[in-house]
C-alpha cells in the first residue's frame, strides 16, 4: 500500500488505546484515537479513516449505537469491527444487526492482532475487488448487444440480429449442426421442440473451447416466433461463472496453500462417511500438526512462516496416493482433497482401507517427507510433525467426533516426544485417569514432603545486583520423577488443593527470606498466587500469620497475581487485596499484555510493579510488534508510578533492547536458571555491569 491504512480506534480505556494503537502502527497502520461515541462520529467526519474498531461499552453513545450511525454516515463499504468481552450470540448478533462487518472478541493477543487486522483488511479489499467486478461485468453485458439468433426449425440461421462480433456462432445462413459442436446443437434442437410443444420459454446452458482459446460459457434463451421460426437470445455469461468459481474458491479453500479450508473439508468428511457407512468399509482421519512452526514464525516472522506452510503443503500433495483425502486443490484428482484447518494444522482423510494399517502407513509416508529440509530464504529448515489418527466407525460415527479424537491423538504423539504418530484408542482415556491418579497424589504429596521450591533471581539494572527473586514449586513424584507445574497447577485449581499448596509455598518462601535477611542479605521475595487463594476470603490472615511465624517483613514480600484474578473484581478480592497492602505487601500484574489489560483496574487497584510476559521478550529482536507492545506497557507504567519487570530474558541482545526501553528489573535464563534456596546466596555476590555490556 502507497499510504498506511487509517483505522479509527473507539474505546473508553486508555491502556486499551495504547496497546492496540502501538499494534497496529507496528503492523503498517496509522491509528486515530478516540474514546466515546460521539468523538468517534466527530472525528470521522473531520477525517474519514478506512476501517473502525468499536468496542461495545463505552460511556454515553455505547458502541452499537455508534455503529448503527458510522452505517448510516459512511455507506455500506466500511469496515467496522466490533471489540467485546461479550461471548453471548445475543450481542454478536446485535452487533452485526447494529452494521458491524466483523467482531474481536477480549481477551486480545497483542502479539497477533496485527496480523488479524491486516487479514481483516485484506479480506475487505478482496470484497471490494469481487464488488468492482460484478459490477464491470453487469455494465459490461448490459451495454454490449447480446447475440440474437433467428432460427428456422431445420437449424438454419436466418438472420443474425445483433452480436456480428461473435464467432462462436453460427453467422446467417450457415446451420447449427455444420457449426456447433453436435451435442450442443442437438440441445437446441431439443430445446426447440419443448419450447413449440410447451408453449413456454426454453433455457439452456454450455461451454465452448474457442480455438487458441479458453473455454467460454454461454446461456440462451430460446422464443417460439410462429410454426417455422425461433428467436434465439445468446449470452456470453463467462465473467459470471468466473465470478462464481472464484466465490466458491474464497469460500472453501484457503488463499494461503490453496488447499481445502475447514468448511470443505467437513462437507466432504460427512460425504465419506456416509459412503463407509452405506459400503461397511473404513475411513481413516489423520490430524497433522507441524512441530516447531511457532517458534519459526516467532523468530523469522509470519512471512517466512507463511512461505513454509506452502512448502509444506506442496511436500503433503506428494504425501498422500490418489485415493486419499487431504484438504486439497480443486484442480486434483477427483479422488483426492487436501485441507488446512488453520494455522499449521492439516488434515488427511483416506477413504476405503482395507486395515487401519494403511492410515498408518500414510502418515510414515508424509513425515519422511516432513523431515526433509526445506529451503526458504536461504535458510535450511528442518521441521517434523506429529500425526493423530482415527478410524471410523470404531473412533466415531460422525465427522466432529472422528476429528476430535484425531486431534487428541495428535497431541497424544506432541506429548510422547514429537515427530510421532499415535492412533486414537480408548486406551488414550489413561490420560484421564492418570489426572484423577494425579489428585489423589497431590493430596499426599505435601504430607510426603514431595515439593520444593526453586528461586529465579531478578536483576536490578540501575545497580547491577539481583533485587528480588521468584519463587517457584517443583514435585518429584516418586514414581513418575519431576512433575511439570503446567500440569499439576490447573488440577490443584480446580479441587481445591491449590490452598494448601499455596499456603505451604508461602510460608517456605518466607521462611528461606527470612534465613537469607538474618544472613545480611536484603532480598525481596515474590510468590505466586492463584485466584483461588483470593476467592478463599483467608487470605489476609494467612498472610499475616506466616509473616509473623516466619519474622519476614511485610516490605519484603511481593505477591504477584494475574489479570485473571484482577478480572474476577468481587468484593472478596478487592477487600484482600487492599488488607494486605495495610500490611506493607506489595503486588506485581504478572503476564502483563496477555489478557485484557484494563486502565481501570489498574487505577483502582494497589499495584506496585508489572511483569511483561515473556512471550513479547521471546520475540526480541527481530519481532517489531513484541517490542511495540514492551515500548507501550513501559510507557504506562511511567505514567502510572509502577516498576516494569521482563521476564523470560535469554540472551544478551534482548538485554539491551529492555535497557534501551528503561525497563527496571530483569529476569530469565541469562542471567541464572531457578536453583534451590542452598545455591541462592553463590548467586548474591554477583554483579552485572549494564555499562559496559559488549
Not at 504506562?636 to 533492547?657: C, D, P, R, Y
Request: charged residues 25%.
Amino acid at each position: 500500500m502507497n499510504e498506511r491504512v487509517r483505522i479509527l480506534l473507539a474505546d473508553d480505556d486508555v491502556t486499551a488505546l495504547m496497546l492496540m494503537t502501538a499494534a497496529l502502527e507496528a503492523a503498517d497502520f496509522t491509528a486515530i484515537n478516540a474514546q466515546d461515541g460521539e468523538r468517534t462520529l466527530a472525528l470521522f467526519a473531520q477525517t474519514p479513516c478506512e476501517m473502525v474498531l468499536l468496542d461495545v461499552d463505552m460511556p454515553g453513545m455505547d458502541g452499537f449505537e455508534t455503529c448503527k450511525r458510522l452505517r448510516h454516515l459512511a455507506g455500506d463499504e466500511l469496515p467496522i469491527v466490533m471489540v467485546t468481552g461479550l461471548d453471548d450470540t445475543e450481542s454478536i448478533a446485535r452487533a452485526f444487526e447494529a452494521g458491524a462487518t466483523d467482531f474481536i472478541s477480549k481477551p486480545i493477543h497483542w502479539n497477533l492482532i496485527g496480523h488479524r487486522i491486516k487479514y481483516l483488511w485484506r479480506a475487505h479489499l478482496t470484497r471490494l475487488d469481487l464488488h468492482r467486478a460484478n459490477a464491470r461485468n453487469a455494465a459490461i453485458l448490459s451495454a454490449l448487444p447480446d447475440t440474437l439468433l433467428r432460427l428456422a426449425d431445420d437449424g438454419t440461421v436466418l438472420d443474425r440480429l445483433a452480436g456480428h462480433n461473435d464467432q462462436a456462432h453460427p453467422g446467417t445462413g450457415s446451420r447449427l449442426q455444420d457449426t456447433l459442436p453436435e451435442a450442443i446443437s442437438q440441445a437446441y434442437m431439443d430445446a426447440i421442440t419443448e419450447a413449440r410443444s410447451a408453449g413456454q420459454i426454453q433455457d439452456i446452458e454450455y461451454s465452448l473451447q474457442q480455438v487458441d482459446g479458453p473455454v467460454r460459457y454461454f446461456e440462451t434463451r430460446l422464443v417460439i416466433i410462429d410454426r417455422q421460426e425461433t428467436l434465439c437470445l445468446i449470452r456470453d455469461i463467462t465473467q459470471r461463472k468466473e465470478a462464481d468459481q472464484e466465490i466458491h474458491r474464497l469460500a472453501y479453500y484457503d488463499t494461503l496453500t490453496g488447499l481445502a479450508n475447514r468448511q470443505h473439508l467437513m462437507d466432504r468428511l460427512e460425504g465419506e462417511i456416509r459412503r463407509a457407512r452405506s459400503s461397511c468399509t473404513q475411513l481413516g482421519v489423520l490430524f497433522l500438526d507441524l512441530d516447531g512452526f511457532k517458534q519459526i514464525n516467532d523468530t523469522l516472522g509470519h512471512a517466512i512462516g507463511d512461505v513454509l506452510l506452502q512448502h509444506a503443503s506442496q511436500r503433503l500433495r506428494l504425501g498422500v496416493r490418489p485415493t486419499d483425502t487431504v484438504s486439497r486443490p480443486m484442480i486434483q484428482h477427483p479422488g483426492i482433497s487436501l485441507a488446512r484447518l488453520g494455522g499449521d494444522e492439516f488434515t488427511v482423510i483416506i477413504p476405503d482401507m482395507n486395515h487401519p494399517e494403511d492410515a498408518l502407513i500414510a502418515a510414515q509416508r508424509i513425515q519422511e517427507l516432513m523431515r526433509q529440509p526445506f529451503f526458504i530464504a536461504e535458510r535450511e529448515m528442518v521441521i517434523t510433525a506429529s500425526i493423530g489418527i482415527a478410524i471410523f466407525p470404531d473412533d466415531g460415527e460422525d465427522a466432529d467426533t472422528l476429528l476430535k479424537h484425531a486431534d487428541t491423538a495428535m497431541y497424544h504423539a506432541k506429548y510422547l516426544g514429537r515427530n510421532n504418530t499415535q492412533f486414537y484408542s480408548p486406551a488414550l482415556t489413561q490420560e484421564a485417569m492418570r489426572r484423577l491418579n494425579m489428585e489423589s497424589n497431590l493430596r499426599r504429596a505435601l504430607d510426603s514432603q514431595e515439593f520444593f521450591l526453586v528461586y529465579q533471581p531478578q536483576v536490578d539494572l540501575q545497580t547491577g545486583h539481583i533485587r528480588s527473586v521468584e519463587a517457584l514449586i517443583r514435585w518429584v513424584h516418586p514414581q513418575h520423577g519431576l512433575i511439570p507445574p503446567a500440569e499439576f497447577i490447573p488440577l490443584a485449581e480446580d479441587n481445591g488443593l491449590i490452598i494448601s499448596i499455596g499456603d505451604w509455598v508461602l510460608r517456605t518462601a518466607c521462611r528461606d527470606a527470612a534465613r537469607w535477611h538474618a544472613a545480611g542479605f536484603s532480598l525481596e521475595m515474590a510468590v505466586n498466587l492463584s485466584p483461588v487463594q483470593f476467592r478463599n476470603g483467608t487470605l489476609t490472615r494467612k498472610v499475616r500469620d506466616i509473616l509473623e511465624e516466619t519474622g519476614l517483613d511485610a516490605r519484603f514480600l511481593e505477591l504477584e497475581i494475574t489479570e485473571t484474578t484482577l478480572m474476577d473484581e468481587s468484593a472478596t478480592t478487592l477487600q484482600t487485596l487492599c488488607e494486605l497492602q495495610e500490611l506493607g505487601v506489595k503486588f506485581s500484574l504478572d503476564d502483563f499484555g496477555t489478557g485484557y489489560s484494563s486502565m481501570s483496574y489498574l487505577r483502582r487497584l494497589p499495584l506496585h510493579n508489572l511483569k511483561v510476559d515473556r512471550s513479547f521478550v521471546s520475540g526480541l529482536p527481530h519481532d517489531a510488534g513484541s517490542l511495540a507492545i514492551i515500548r507501550a506497557i513501559v510507557s504506562l507504567s511511567e505514567s502510572m508510578g509502577f516498576t516494569v519487570t521482563a521476564e523470560g530474558v535469554e540472551n544478551l541482545e534482548q538485554v539491551k533492547i529492555l535497557i534501551q526501553q528503561s525497563c527496571h528489573t530483569l529476569q530469565g535464563y541469562y542471567f541464572s536458571k531457578p536453583v534451590p534456596s542452598d545455591q541462592l546466596p553463590a548467586l548474591l555476590g554477583q554483579n552485572w555491569d549494564f555499562d559496559r555490556l559488549p
